[in-house]
């Protein structure tokens, strides 16, 4: 943060205020890490801060501490829209433009209290009044590790909120092999370990609760995977028949498609996955080296995100979406070759 944002930030955060936290939709580690983390540490110094979530998140997260006091807009409508009205103050994060709160959108719309956005995707919108983006971090909660220590509250941080800043940081650098681990992540990442965070047992409540069914989702999807070699690219499909079929539940997917990249000579890979509830296809795209699937995703998949992660939607169906994927790969075979 710089000088002016953290004189802005201590001017909002002068005296006791109601205040509403709010994650992107379909939240993951980094974004209900860093919610739970910021909301305890406000609640901490004196406010009266509840995250308010557009819906429910992977069961594998239920753990995280606070996770009890989160108001889910889906399942506690009256409450969470209160909750947003009446704040003197709402901080969103990990996500930075209102369509990324999916129902939520229209309420954030509505208010007239300031924001204060902590972000690291591409592109930010200029709705709130602090602006902490930061498209070289690691992640949401490594941001708000430095958010807090620029506010002077380093000592202020409990093993709780160590755990949830860990969490978040470790899913969203891929356990910390991805690109934008960097050595100061590692010494966020020792700080917090220093703070009470447990690497160990997270992990183990992170990757290690797998059911049997999502195993066998994970093995469906590995035998629909397509190599497309010419592009160095490689997709998964899911229809909604097979998420059915294997008791899928929120997070299942989680993952799976890092298996495309980690195939040799791989550097483009995308999962389709049939939502017919929504009337979408959901894409996650991943990439290495300097091919942009945030670039990619904004121009043809309604989405967005970083340069080696980015997420998407179709409105067709699962195999016209795929065909039209295809057909707009030559278009980037330069790039990917």
């Known amino acids: 943060m710089n000088p002016t944002q953290i004189t802005t930030t201590k001017e909002l955060l002068s005296s006791s205020k109601k205040i509403a936290i709010i994650p992107h939709k379909n939240p993951d580690g980094d974004a209900m890490g860093s919610t739970l983390a910021l909301a305890a540490y406000l609640n901490k110094k004196g406010h009266e801060a509840v995250v308010v979530a557009p819906n429910e998140y992977p069961h594998f997260l239920k753990w995280l501490p606070g996770d009890s006091d989160v108001l889910f807009y889906t399942s506690n409508t009256?409450?969470?829209?209160?909750?947003i009205t009446t704040a003197d103050l709402i901080f969103t994060l990990d996500f930075n433009h209102f369509s990324r709160a999916g129902d939520l959108e229209a309420e954030l719309d509505k208010v007239s209290a300031p924001f204060i956005m902590i972000d690291h995707h591409q592109q930010p919108d200029t709705y709130a009044a602090v602006t902490y983006s930061d498209t070289s971090m690691s992640s949401t909660c490594e941001m708000v590790y430095h958010?807090?220590?620029s506010l002077g509250d380093e000592d202020v941080i409990?093993?709780?909120?160590?755990?949830?800043l860990y969490t978040g940081i470790m899913t969203d650098t891929g356990s910390f092999r991805f690109p934008s681990t960097t050595a100061t992540t590692h010494e966020v990442i020792a700080a917090l370990i220093k703070k009470g965070a447990n690497n160990d047992q997270i992990h183990q409540n992170i990757y290690d609760t797998n059911s049997e069914s999502r195993l066998q989702l994970l093995g469906v999807a590995l035998s629909n995977l397509v190599v497309l070699r010419e592009y160095r690219t490689a997709y998964i499909t899911i229809s909604q028949k097979e998420l059915d079929d294997h008791k899928f539940q929120k997070g299942d997917t989680e993952g799976f498609v890092n298996y495309c990249l980690s195939l040799e000579g791989i550097i483009f890979?995308?999962?389709?996955?049939?939502?017919k509830a929504d009337r979408i296809i959901k894409m996650s795209l991943r990439s290495k080296g300097d091919f942009s699937v945030n670039e990619l995703a904004r121009?043809?998949?309604h989405g967005g995100g970083h340069t080696n992660a980015a997420g998407g939607k179709s409105d067709e169906s699962l195999e016209e979406t795929v065909a039209q994927f295809k057909a707009l790969l030559p278009t980037y075979k330069e790039q990917l070759t």
Do not use: L, P, Q, W
């Open 147 to 149: 958010f807090i220590k």
């Open 269 to 275: 890979a995308v999962i389709f996955i049939e939502n």
């Open 299 to 301: 121009a043809h998949y």
């Open 158 to 164: 409990t093993a709780d909120m160590a755990s949830c």
């Open 78 to 83: 009256g409450n969470a829209r209160k909750a």
